[in-house]
């Protein structure tokens, strides 16, 4: 009677063991090690070192946070990639055009080269996926034509595609025209109430 009790607890030992083996030891550990190794001498791309569970998550966080404190120099500077991406301009210098990271256990190669970087949104092979969207993004795009794959664009680029012929952009100048005007006076009528002509705007809610 025990022994007959005693299998179902083996059996399930057995499969917890397994799981734990595949999860723990071949995607968190093995399968990072092997990916970075691929890369690093078949094509000769390198990146920061994978970490245990939070792969770079941890260093992109303290860069970022390093780089909260920047100010753009002036009204003009449009070099934004030190202030929001620090960590891809830390990991060119050292590491090259192309280079391997980690969000978590989860790969992701970056590139700087334009041509590739056309190459690659311009493939149809199906190879190059769309990485998940953050629920910041999402919340603020939509779950549109920018954030889907597979049939679901091809559905949502069927049925938008009319809209952006040539002609009818061309009808909608005046109206874009109008409304970036209307914005930037009414961001100038807010400027002119201070002193020095100067005022600190929220973008993120004014495109909400």
Not at 11 to 38: F, G, N
Not at 62 to 71: F, I
Request: hydrophobic share 45%; with cysteine; aromatic share 10%.
């Amino acid at each position: 009677m025990d022994s007959i009790l005693l299998l179902p607890l083996v059996a399930l030992l057995v499969v917890a063991i397994s799981w734990l083996w595949d999860y723990t030891v071949v995607r968190l550990i093995w399968r990072p090690h092997c990916i970075a190794k691929e890369f690093r001498e078949k094509q000769g791309i390198r990146g920061p070192a994978y970490k245990f569970l939070g792969g770079n998550n941890g260093e992109i966080s303290r860069l970022k946070e390093e780089a909260d404190g920047q100010v753009l120099d002036n009204l003009r500077d449009h070099n934004y990639l030190p202030r929001i991406a620090p960590h891809f301009l830390k990991w060119r210098a050292q590491y090259g055009e192309a280079f391997l990271f980690w969000y978590g256990a989860k790969p992701r190669i970056c590139i700087f080269d334009y041509e590739l970087a056309r190459q690659i949104l311009s493939s149809k092979s199906g190879h190059f996926l769309k990485n998940d969207a953050p629920p910041t993004l999402v919340a603020l795009m939509g779950k549109g034509l920018v954030l889907l794959e597979g049939t679901d664009w091809v559905r949502h680029r069927r049925v938008i595609n009319p809209a952006f012929n040539m002609d009818k952009l061309k009808m909608m100048i005046s109206t874009m025209t109008g409304c970036a005007q209307s914005l930037a006076k009414e961001l100038e009528d807010v400027a002119a109430k201070n002193k020095d002509r100067v005022t600190e705007v929220d973008l993120n809610q004014k495109f909400r």
